[in-house]
């Protein structure tokens, strides 16, 4: 048997691991704090959630494994992306992206201004109060 290397399969081997960290460390709490003269409802709820957790963990992990390499879902639009576009539908797409820099610019400059502008009342505000003392 082949491992896959793509990002899916190490993310499932990542919940899978989880999975048995879980169980190793969850255990070993119980234990720690299991006391063998009473043990209450308390004590079997949380091993039941452990074993829970684990068999979700490893269904998860089992499921993201089963997408495949290229993620199992609609990466492109129905066109075929970028590489099938026209000239046109490309100087469109690039005057939008031109248009939504330009707008996060402006953002950013508004931001800065409004920010200088607090700035610089907060101090003369300090400087006023200092020099009438």
């Not at 290397?5 to 299991?34: E, K, Q």
């Not at 707008?103 to 101090?123: F, H, P, Q, T, Y």
Request: charged share 20%.
């Amino acid at each position: 048997m082949k491992l896959r290397s793509d990002m899916n399969a190490r993310t499932a081997m990542v919940y899978g691991g989880a999975a048995f960290l879980l169980i190793i460390v969850g255990f070993r709490s119980v234990l720690a704090t299991l006391d063998p003269d009473h043990v209450g409802i308390m004590t079997y709820l949380s091993i039941g959630a452990l074993v829970l957790e684990f068999f979700l963990l490893l269904l998860y992990a089992q499921s993201i494994y089963n997408l495949g390499p290229d993620g199992g879902g609609e990466s492109q639009s129905a066109g075929g992306g970028v590489a099938n576009m026209d000239s046109k539908e490309l100087s469109e797409l690039t005057k939008a992206v031109i248009k939504v820099a330009e707008m996060g610019e402006g953002l950013s400059n508004l931001a800065k201004g409004k920010v200088r502008a607090e700035i610089k009342k907060e101090v003369n505000e300090i400087l006023t109060k200092a020099i009438k003392d």
